[in-house]
C-alpha cells in the first residue's frame, strides 16, 4: 500500500483539450492563455488577471509591478515555503521575516505592525492550507501595498469576498499539487489595471518599443487550456475537499495527542498538530505503513536566514503534521490513514 501526500486529478477533458491545442500547431501564449485570464478574472469578480510560468514568477513580477526595488523591505511569515524568499530576493530587495499566530498559523498581525518600518514597501500575506487569513481589513490599514499568495486558496472565501480579492495584488499557483493545477505555471490577478498591465509587460522580453530588463516568465497554450479546464471542475474539487476532511475529523477526533484543523477554507492541506514533541517519529511510522505524510512546510524561513527567534513559528513547526487530501483519495484510504496515525500515537506514547 502506498498512499501520496498530493496528486493533481486530472480526465478525459485534459487529454481531449490538450490533443486539440495540438492539433492547431499553436501552442505557445496565445488566445488559450487569454482565455484562461478571463475565466479566473471571472471567477474572482476581478478587472483582471495575467497568467505567468510559475507562482514563484507571479509573485516576482506582482513585487517588481508594485515598484519593489533594491533598498525596500517586504514583509512575509517564517512559516511558509521559500518561494517567497526567492520572489523578494529577486526584486533585490530585503526580506523582513515575522512569526505568526499560533492558533491560525498564519502570519501575525501584531509582528507585522511591529516590523513596519519607512522602507516596508509591500507586505505578503499567505493564506496557509486553504484557511483564509483573519483580519485581512487590519492588513491593509497598516498602509503598505498587499499581496496575497493564494497559492493555496484559491475558491476560498472570507466574509463573503473570495481570498484573491483583499489586497492590491494576488498571486496563484497551478503546480501539478495545487487546488488546479497547469502542471507549472501561475497567475496574478488584482482590481489595478496599472498593476496587471506591469506583470504582462515584465512577463515577455521581446518585441518592446524600450529596453529594461524583463523576463521570460510567460504560460503557454497548452496550459491555458488545461487552466480553463481545471476552473470548471473547480467546485467538485472543493465539495470533495470538504467531504475528505469531514471524513477525518470523524476518525481522528478525539484521538489523544492529536489536534484537527479549525473548520472552514478549502482544505487544500489537512494540517494536524501533534503533542509530545514526538512528530518526527509519527511522520517516519506513517511513511513505514507507506503513506507520505509530511510537515507543511519544509523549513522554515528564519532557520534559512540563520535567524533567532520566532518562538510560535518554531512550537508550529515542531507540531504540524499535513495528512493526504486531494479529490482523487478515496475514503477508505483516509479510514487507513487514520488508523495508522492511531497505532502511530498508541506506539510513541505507550
Excluded at 500500500?1 to 493533481?8: A, L, Q, T, V
Excluded at 483539450?17 to 469578480?45: C, H, K, N, P, W
Excluded at 486558496?153 to 495545487?178: I, N, P, V
Aim: proline share 5%; glycine share 8%.
Amino acid at each position: 500500500m502506498s498512499i501520496p501526500h498530493s496528486m493533481p486529478t486530472l480526465g478525459r477533458e485534459e487529454i481531449e483539450g490538450l490533443q486539440e491545442v495540438l492539433a492547431t500547431g499553436r501552442i505557445t501564449t496565445g488566445e488559450e492563455v487569454g482565455e484562461f485570464e478571463q475565466t479566473m478574472a471571472s471567477y474572482l469578480d476581478l478587472r483582471g488577471a495575467a497568467a505567468t510560468s510559475s507562482g514563484t514568477a507571479a509573485l516576482q513580477l506582482s513585487l517588481l509591478a508594485l515598484g519593489v526595488k533594491e533598498g525596500d523591505e517586504v514583509i512575509i511569515p517564517s512559516f511558509t515555503c521559500s518561494a517567497l524568499l526567492n520572489a523578494v530576493y529577486h526584486c533585490r530587495a530585503t526580506p523582513t521575516i515575522v512569526d505568526i499566530d499560533d492558533e491560525t498559523m498564519h502570519i501575525s498581525l501584531a509582528a507585522t505592525r511591529k516590523a513596519l518600518s519607512k522602507r516596508t514597501t509591500a507586505i505578503i500575506i499567505p493564506h496557509m492550507f486553504g484557511h483564509p487569513v483573519e483580519h485581512i481589513d487590519d492588513f491593509l490599514a497598516l498602509g503598505p501595498p498587499v499581496i496575497e499568495d493564494c497559492a493555496q486558496s484559491l475558491g476560498a472565501t472570507h466574509q463573503g469576498r473570495m481570498t484573491g480579492t483583499w489586497g492590491d495584488a494576488a498571486m496563484f499557483s497551478f503546480y501539478a499539487t495545487k487546488v488546479i493545477t497547469t502542471g507549472q505555471g501561475g497567475m496574478v490577478a488584482s482590481r489595478n489595471e496599472k498593476i496587471l498591465e506591469g506583470v504582462k509587460d515584465l512577463r515577455e522580453y521581446d518585441k518592446k518599443n524600450n529596453y529594461k530588463v524583463r523576463y521570460n516568465f510567460c504560460m503557454t497554450d497548452l496550459q491555458g487550456r488545461m487552466g480553463s479546464i481545471q476552473v470548471g471542475k473547480l467546485p467538485s474539487f472543493l465539495k470533495t475537499r470538504e467531504e475528505r476532511a469531514q471524513l477525518y475529523d470523524k476518525h481522528i477526533q478525539g484521538l489523544k495527542g492529536v489536534t484537527v484543523p479549525r473548520p472552514g477554507g478549502i482544505y487544500y492541506r489537512y494540517v494536524v498538530r501533534i503533542q509530545g514533541g514526538k512528530l518526527q517519529q509519527i511522520i517516519e511510522q506513517l511513511h513505514h505503513e507507506g503513506i507520505e505524510a509530511q510537515r507543511p512546510v519544509f523549513c522554515p524561513l528564519h532557520r534559512y536566514l540563520g535567524l533567532d527567534g520566532f518562538e510560535v513559528t518554531e512550537k508550529v513547526y515542531a507540531e504540524a503534521l499535513s495528512l493526504p487530501l486531494y479529490p482523487r483519495l478515496e475514503p477508505e484510504a483516509i479510514r487507513t490513514i487514520a488508523l495508522c496515525l492511531s497505532r502511530a500515537m498508541e506506539e510513541i506514547n505507550a
